[in-house]
């Protein structure tokens, strides 16, 4: 990690435009409170004006707010050269099987791109690419096609490698997955979404690289005696349709039938977050004075780590009470990246309170 002590290589990094800090350090002005990326075009500033933050939660934090040129309230991974270079690569082979010996010819130590990813998304490189090829056998599978050949599209060398995986994800191998609810994969701008639906209503919507979704996904199978197989539903296409408009900044809403699965008091947490409009946020005490239980607060955030319909439930508009960004099961790049798209509504003021379709427990 860089070391954000050091004033002298900071500056003299700042005054480079060093594209290798993107994602390790941001700078902030003291003379006109404003933060910025170190790769900023912006006129640079004297060094005795300058402090240094590893992210834009820290410089908000210190009172500092953000440079509308270079936009460093975003997901700093977006302006990365070794994520940009990498994350292209995968979208352009999502099949190949990716190694350290790929990254190495591309100029990357490994052992950099591995922390890198991990600070940004949770996870390393190489377990994305497993995920994107694992979504191509998922696909033929989809479709009806035979096990050999989404292995191959996947990209593994045997079946049981594919099994596993699929097992990992879903809790059991893909030749079982057959029933009333039908699981399938949402392509969004932060990544794949596993979508569990039946014809009348959505039960289950996570980001596929969230660590606890194969536990989640084990529990609802059992919830519903195993009846969760590979396909898709009208509600299926629905709240993939939802979830395009939400994502283009034309509806903050995600008004969609909903089953929720849960005690009377995660009900009323969930629906509080609902509660939140698009581009507003609040925090697990004001969470809880909304439920009438102040003092309930662990609780609440209990519940909100509880809930199965992500964005549709909206627990990423929750943050610290000092305004610092708090943990996230999906990431907090993606809530980073999710507060700032949802800003656009409160400024558009749209309607955006999640008075969804019905919901039932």
């Known amino acids: 990690m860089r070391d954000l002590t050091d004033h002298d290589q900071l500056y003299a990094a700042l005054l480079a435009r060093d594209a290798a800090y993107e994602g390790v350090a941001l700078v902030g002005v003291t003379t006109t409170g404003i933060f910025c990326r170190l790769t900023c075009p912006a006129r640079k500033p004297r060094p005795q004006n300058c402090r240094w933050f590893p992210d834009a939660a820290a410089a908000k934090a210190a009172g500092f707010r953000a440079c509308l040129r270079c936009k460093p309230g975003g997901a700093q991974a977006d302006a990365h050269p070794l994520i940009a270079d990498l994350t292209a690569a995968l979208a352009a082979?999502?099949?190949?099987?990716?190694?350290?010996a790929d990254l190495a010819a591309r100029g990357h130590d490994p052992s950099t791109v591995r922390r890198l990813f991990r600070q940004h998304f949770g996870q390393s490189f190489l377990q994305m690419?497993?995920?994107?090829r694992l979504r191509q056998g998922m696909a033929t599978l989809h479709k009806g096609g035979r096990m050999i050949d989404a292995q191959l599209e996947a990209g593994f060398d045997s079946s049981s490698g594919f099994r596993e995986a699929f097992r990992a994800l879903f809790g059991h191998a893909p030749h079982q997955m057959q029933g009333d609810l039908r699981a399938d994969w949402i392509d969004t701008p932060l990544g794949g979404m596993v979508v569990i639906a039946d014809d009348d209503a959505l039960h289950l919507l996570e980001f596929v690289d969230r660590k606890a979704l194969p536990q989640g996904l084990r529990r609802l199978s059992a919830l519903v005696g195993g009846r969760i197989g590979l396909?898709?539903?009208?509600?299926?296409?629905?709240t993939e349709a939802a979830l395009a408009r939400f994502f283009e900044g034309r509806d903050g809403r995600l008004d969609l039938p909903l089953r929720l699965v849960g005690t009377p008091f995660q009900a009323r947490v969930w629906q509080a977050l609902r509660d939140i409009p698009a581009g507003e946020t609040r925090s697990y005490a004001q969470l809880a004075?909304?439920?009438?239980?102040?003092s309930a607060v662990r609780a609440v955030a209990a519940a909100n780590g509880a809930n199965r319909l992500a964005l549709v439930v909206p627990c990423h508009r929750v943050i610290g009470s000092d305004g610092s960004m708090t943990g996230y099961a999906g990431g907090l790049w993606r809530k980073e990246r999710l507060i700032a798209l949802e800003s656009g509504y409160r400024a558009a003021n749209r309607p955006t309170r999640l008075d969804a379709g019905p919901a039932s427990l």
């Open 93 to 100: 082979r999502p099949d190949h099987r990716w190694s350290e």
């Open 129 to 132: 690419a497993r995920t994107a």
């Open 231 to 238: 396909g898709r539903t009208a509600v299926t296409d629905q």
């Open 289 to 294: 004075a909304a439920i009438g239980q102040p």
